[in-house]
Structures are given as structure tokens and as C-alpha cells.
């Protein structure tokens, strides 16, 4: 099993969200913007954060971080271990570079739906002129929002089901860049310690899971886990 949360991302580009920000967004947290309540008080703040961030992430290239875990996924399937990722990214860099096996927790920033009826929607959020108005629902005429999980609102089920399961049953698990600090995400790895599976974590600084793991590795995740996955497949 593998985890992975921003720090992934962060040598492609994409900035994490608890580390220190610059420039424009740098004075809000994600709590205040990733939120319904944020979106209900201020939709086109929101917005804008979001197409500052699908632009951002649409010039983004998977790194050798994440090209390691395809590598990892094929050696598992090769040895006939299962194997599955978790990713808390909205992203979309594990699929760009080739993760089969993967589950979104968090969804993906570049689908849209609507807010009151849940309808995905192809549309564009980024492109969208905000000084038009915020873009509606065919359907409901509610708000567009991208198709992303936000503080308060449930996983999507699937994703959480297959996560609990797997996580449980799992004798290895790599955390890779995420700061634990959002559930239910944080505790997937602990269910897996709690029945006997060892974690090893791989983030250059000390997250919440630090403490409670059995090993760690204090390096970015670009020259750790390539290095890692090159180890393991020599045997
Ligand atoms: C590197 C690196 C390099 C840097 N290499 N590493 C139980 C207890 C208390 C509260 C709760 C609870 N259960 C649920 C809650 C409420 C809430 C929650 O967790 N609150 C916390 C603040 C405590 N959770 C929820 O509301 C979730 N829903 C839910 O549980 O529903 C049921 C329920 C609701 C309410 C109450 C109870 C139950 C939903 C959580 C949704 C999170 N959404 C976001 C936004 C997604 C959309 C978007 O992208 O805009 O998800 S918030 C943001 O945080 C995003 C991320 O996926 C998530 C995690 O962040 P991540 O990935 O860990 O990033 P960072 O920045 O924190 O860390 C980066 C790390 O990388 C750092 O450690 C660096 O060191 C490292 N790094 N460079 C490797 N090169
Ligand atoms: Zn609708």
C-alpha cells in the first residue's frame, strides 16, 4: 500500500498546502478556503483559488517520485503482491505517469460538478470569466464547484471502503509527503500498524505519523523513493 499527499507533487511544481505559501493566497489556509461554508460566504474567492491552482497543476509533469511507484506497482504485480495506491492529491500526476491501481480520496481537480445536485458537468472551471458571474448547473441551476472532497463533506464511498479494507490488510505501507494532518486519510497507515503491518515513511520533515511508524526516510520523495524501488527491484 502506498499513501501519498502533496509533498509528492512538490518537485513537480505544485505547492503543498500546510508548508509556508507565498504571493497571492498566501494568507488564507486551506481550512478557510477548501470548505463549503468558504464557498457559500465567498464562491468567487474560492473559485479563483482554484483556477490559480488548475493552472498551476496543468503545467506540472510527474516527477521521478511518481514514476517510482509505477515502477513499484509493476514489480508487485511481477512477484504476484497486490498493490494499491491512495493518493490525497487532486492532482492527477500518479495517473499521468502511469498508476493503474489508485484511488483518489480527495477527487480531482479537473472535473467539475455542481454543488446542490452533485451532476459532473464538462466544464472548464479555469476558463471560466468570473467577472460574468459564477457558472451555474444545467440541470439545477446550483453552483459549479470542481469535483473535489472539502472539509465537512464525506469521502466518496467507494474510495473510502476500498481504503479501510485495504489498509487493514496490508503487511507494507509507504507514506509518502503528506503532513497527516487531515482524517481520515491520516489514519489509514495506523489501522495498518495496528494489525501487525510496518509503515515506512518518506518526507523530508516530521508529520503527525512520525512518532508512531516503524521506519522513516528524511528525504524528498524524488531522490528517496526512486532510490527505494531501485533496492527493491535488485532483491
Ligand atoms: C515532501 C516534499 C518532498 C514537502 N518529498 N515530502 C477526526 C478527528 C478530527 C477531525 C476530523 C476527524 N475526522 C474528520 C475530521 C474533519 C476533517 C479533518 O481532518 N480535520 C482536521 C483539520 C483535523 N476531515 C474532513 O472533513 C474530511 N471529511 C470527513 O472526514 O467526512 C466525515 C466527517 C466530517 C466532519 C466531521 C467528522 C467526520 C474531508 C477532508 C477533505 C480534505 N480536503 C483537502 C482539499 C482537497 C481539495 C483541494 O485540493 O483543494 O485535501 S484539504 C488538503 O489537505 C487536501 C489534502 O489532500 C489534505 C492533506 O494535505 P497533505 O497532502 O498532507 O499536504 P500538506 O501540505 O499538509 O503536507 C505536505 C507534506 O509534504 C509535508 O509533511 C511536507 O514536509 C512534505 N513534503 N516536500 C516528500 N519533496
Ligand atoms: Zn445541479
Redesign the pocket.
Known amino acids: 500500500m502506498v499513501l501519498t499527499?502533496?509533498?509528492?507533487s512538490?518537485?513537480s511544481g505544485v505547492p503543498?498546502?500546510?508548508?509556508a505559501q507565498e504571493g497571492l493566497w498566501a494568507k488564507y489556509s486551506?481550512?478557510e478556503?477548501?470548505s463549503p461554508k468558504a464557498f457559500q460566504q465567498h464562491p468567487e474567492i474560492v473559485l479563483r483559488w482554484?483556477q490559480w491552482?488548475i493552472s498551476l497543476i496543468s503545467q506540472a509533469r510527474p516527477n521521478p517520485?511518481h514514476q517510482a511507484l509505477v515502477q513499484l506497482e509493476d514489480l508487485c504485480i511481477r512477484e504476484g503482491k497486490r498493490f494499491l495506491l491512495i493518493t490525497?492529491?487532486?492532482d492527477n500526476l500518479h495517473q499521468a505517469a502511469g498508476s493503474q491501481q489508485i484511488v483518489e480520496?480527495?477527487?480531482n481537480?479537473f472535473r467539475t460538478r455542481c454543488h446542490h445536485c452533485g451532476t459532473r458537468q464538462e466544464r472548464n472551471l479555469a476558463a471560466v470569466d468570473l467577472e460574468e458571474g459564477i457558472p451555474h448547473c444545467q440541470q439545477c441551476q446550483g453552483l459549479l464547484r470542481?469535483d473535489?472532497?472539502?472539509?465537512?463533506?464525506?469521502?466518496p464511498a467507494a474510495a473510502l471502503n476500498t481504503a479501510w479494507e485495504q489498509s487493514a490488510n496490508s503487511d507494507f505501507y509507504l507514506v509518502?509527503?503528506?503532513?497527516?494532518?487531515?482524517?481520515?486519510?491520516?489514519s489509514f497507515p495506523i489501522l495498518a500498524l495496528e494489525n501487525g503491518g510496518t509503515v515506512l515513511e518518506?518526507?523530508?520533515?516530521s508529520?503527525n505519523l512520525s512518532p508512531r511508524i516503524s521506519y522513516r526516510l528524511p528525504?524528498?520523495?524524488?531522490a528517496?523513493l526512486p532510490a527505494l524501488v531501485q533496492a527493491l527491484q535488485q532483491g
Open positions: 499527499g502533496a509533498g509528492i512538490a518537485e503543498t498546502f500546510r508548508e486551506p481550512e478556503l477548501a482554484y491552482r517520485a490525497q492529491n487532486v480520496l480527495h477527487g481537480i470542481p473535489v472532497v472539502w472539509f465537512g463533506e464525506t469521502l509518502v509527503g503528506t503532513s497527516a494532518a487531515v482524517e481520515p486519510a491520516a518518506i518526507n523530508p520533515n508529520s528525504h524528498p520523495a524524488g528517496a
